[in-house]
């Protein structure tokens, strides 16, 4: 039972574009949200969070919209640069079980 | 100076054999991790320790067992390993556990094990 899902396994945008990855929760209990960044070799790197009082956080180019009726959270990128490319995962925490549950990650390819 | 290492990097073996993979951070967090991504590519929770101590244990077969040291080690042994044991397995750390400083992982590179 995948209480975290990213029904997108891949997608590709232009650079300059705008990158949409999204994210689908089925556990009314979590109350805090991340997305992680990862490289080939890499071990994820955390990017941006939100919590669960909020529906938009922003850092720089990124954007974390929440929509807590749908169980939906979705990740703008704006512009995409080709450094973006990399595989991004949504996670997910219910402060009371004390571990991250993460989607299975999607693949963003920047093309020029 | 790498925050999170583990060693070794990839791990080629056979069946029935048993392995050990390492994890070391110097950050100074007091909670540790090891998560499995599997061939369907979720990251999935195994242990966590708080200062040496378990915290979650999520279902795991008891022929992989955790080791913590001290608060910057956590290893983990498998003992007559199986295909499908066979998968990335990624060590973490995070400030504390519980409460916002849990959320923030820093992950090691992984360690590719491939059972044969």
């Known amino acids: 039972d995948q209480q975290v899902k990213q029904n997108s396994p891949s997608l590709s945008v232009q650079e300059g574009r705008i990158s949409i990855l999204n994210c689908d929760y089925t556990?009314?209990?979590?109350?805090?949200f991340l997305w992680y960044k990862k490289y080939p070799a890499e071990g994820p790197t955390f990017l941006i969070s939100i919590s669960s009082i909020k529906d938009k956080n922003e850092d720089g180019r990124f954007t974390v919209f929440l929509n807590k009726s749908a169980k939906h959270l979705s990740l703008h990128i704006v512009p995409s640069q080709p450094g973006d490319s990399a595989v991004y995962f949504c996670?997910?925490?219910?402060?009371?079980?004390?571990?991250?549950?993460f989607g299975q990650g999607t693949r963003l390819t920047i093309n020029p | 100076d790498t925050a999170v290492s583990q060693t070794p990097k990839y791990l080629v073996t056979q069946m029935g054999n048993d392995k050990s993979i390492k994890c070391e951070q110097n950050?100074?967090?007091?909670?540790m991790y090891w998560y499995k991504q599997d061939s369907k590519k979720f990251l999935k929770i195994m242990f966590s320790?708080?200062?040496?101590?378990?915290?979650i244990n999520e279902t795991v077969p008891n022929r992989f067992s955790p080791k913590s040291p001290d608060k910057a080690h956590l290893n983990l042994h498998i003992n007559s390993l199986e295909l499908g044991d066979s998968a990335v397995y990624f060590c973490a750390s995070s400030l504390r556990t519980g409460g916002l400083g849990a959320n923030v992982l820093t992950f090691g590179a992984g360690s590719r094990l491939t059972v044969l």
């Open positions: 556990n009314s209990m979590f109350d805090y």
């Open positions: 320790y708080n200062n040496k101590e378990l915290i």
């Open positions: 996670a997910a925490s219910d402060q009371g079980a004390q571990k991250l549950v």
């Open positions: 950050l100074g967090h007091d909670t």
